[in-house]
């Protein structure tokens, strides 16, 4: 008799395995891109602002170095709770950090009116120059 719950119970293991490995190859072959530029991502963000993985762990909390570690090898995603926090930390949007934009967007609020108006000079100041670079586009 406990042979043949233990055969179910290997049986229900291999079976919940095997699920899992396709649904993570399912999962990896619709976001694969997305989860790689996820990755990519984060670690550019880390490495701007100088923190190593744990350091960048132990400021998020409730997660580890490994998972940091993860996140930046696309092995996974992090739980919504933890990709507002990086969004939040980074000061990045969540579709940024997904991949799903290319757009950096960034607060104006702590920069004074006249700090404001050398940002939008210099961005002004660069589109011109591109548009001179390439003005096929």
């Known amino acids: 008799?406990?042979?043949?719950?233990?055969?179910?119970?290997?049986?229900?293991?291999?079976?919940?395995?095997?699920?899992?490995?396709?649904?993570?190859?399912?999962y990896t072959h619709l976001w694969g891109d997305s989860m790689n530029l996820f990755g990519m991502r984060l670690k550019t963000l880390r490495n701007k602002k100088g923190?190593?993985?744990?350091?960048?762990?132990?400021k998020l909390g409730n997660i580890t170095k490994a998972s940091v570690s993860r996140y930046e090898q696309s092995a996974m995603?992090?739980?919504?709770?933890v990709l507002i926090r990086l969004c939040e930390y980074f000061d990045v949007s969540s579709d940024y950090l997904l991949g799903l934009s290319d757009k950096i967007e960034f607060k104006i609020?702590?920069?004074?009116?006249?700090?404001?108006?050398?940002?939008?000079?210099?961005i002004h100041e660069f589109e011109r120059l591109n548009a001179l670079e390439n003005p096929a586009e």
């Open 1 to 26: 008799m406990l042979l043949f719950y233990l055969g179910k119970l290997i049986k229900s293991i291999v079976c919940s395995c095997v699920a899992y490995v396709s649904f993570v190859r399912w």
């Open 51 to 58: 923190l190593t993985q744990e350091q960048l762990a132990d």
């Open 77 to 81: 995603f992090p739980t919504v709770e």
């Open 109 to 122: 609020s702590p920069l004074t009116d006249i700090q404001v108006q050398i940002v939008v000079g210099a």
